[in-house]
T-cell receptor, first 112, second 112 residues
């Protein structure tokens, strides 16, 4: 029940396209859902986060869509750029600041 | 911008040896965490630390592991007798109360 399932495992997108990564969770007590971006050899960097009281949050080209009834959330990267090529992890926690339960990661490659 | 720092960046050790991984969290943060990431896998929670004591630990964090805040700035993870399966990237993270976690760049530990 503590797991967060993430798909796809890898994603190839053309420059300018939309990248979509999906996550699903079981524990309805989760209250905070961040997305982290990780470049090779670096630590995860917080990208954007959402609480379940909103259905969508947008920051620049990055949007989280949240479906509380389906227990699913997704990251949309609009106008994908080669610099977005990285591994993306969704995560969930009971509280912001509590331990993070990470998804398995999605390796995104954006080709020019 | 303040950041979490970790030393060393790489550590190679022999099986059975003790290692200490060091972290300097962001200065006004009060919550500290260790996570690990086995190569190609997801990031896994090890332990959280607040007010000079462990708040929560995962099943991975057995008696071979310990954490300490020896002074006002450092936060350390000690592995007493390393095993081959301890080879991983170890990330330190810190946060303020109910705030997002910020990750360091990691220490790559290789146990031979």
């Amino acid at each position: 029940q503590q797991q967060v399932k993430q798909s796809p495992q890898s994603l190839i997108v053309q420059k300018g396209g939309i990248s979509i990564i999906n996550c699903a969770y079981e524990n309805t007590a989760f209250d905070y859902f961040p997305w982290y971006q990780q470049f090779p050899g670096k630590g995860p960097a917080l990208l954007i986060a959402i609480r379940p009281d909103v259905s969508e949050k947008k920051e620049g080209r990055f949007t989280i869509s949240f479906n509380k009834s389906a227990k699913q959330f997704s990251l949309h990267i609009m106008d994908s750029q080669p610099g977005d090529s990285a591994t993306y992890f969704c995560a969930a926690s009971l509280l912001r600041g509590d331990k993070l339960i990470f998804g398995t990661g999605t390796r995104l490659q954006v080709f020019p | 911008e303040p950041e979490v720092t970790q030393t060393p960046s790489h550590q190679v050790t022999q099986m059975g040896q003790e290692v200490i991984l060091r972290c300097v969290p962001i200065s006004n943060h009060l919550y500290f965490y260790w996570y690990r990431q086995i190569l190609g896998q997801k990031v896994e929670f090890l332990v959280s630390f607040y007010n000079n004591e462990i708040s929560e630990k995962s099943e991975i964090f057995d008696d071979q592991f310990s954490v300490e805040r020896p002074d006002g700035s450092n936060f350390t993870l000690k592995i007493r007798s390393t095993k081959l399966e301890d080879s991983a990237m170890y990330f330190c993270a810190s946060s303020e109360l109910l705030d997002p976690q910020y990750f360091g760049p990691g220490t790559r530990l290789l146990v031979l």
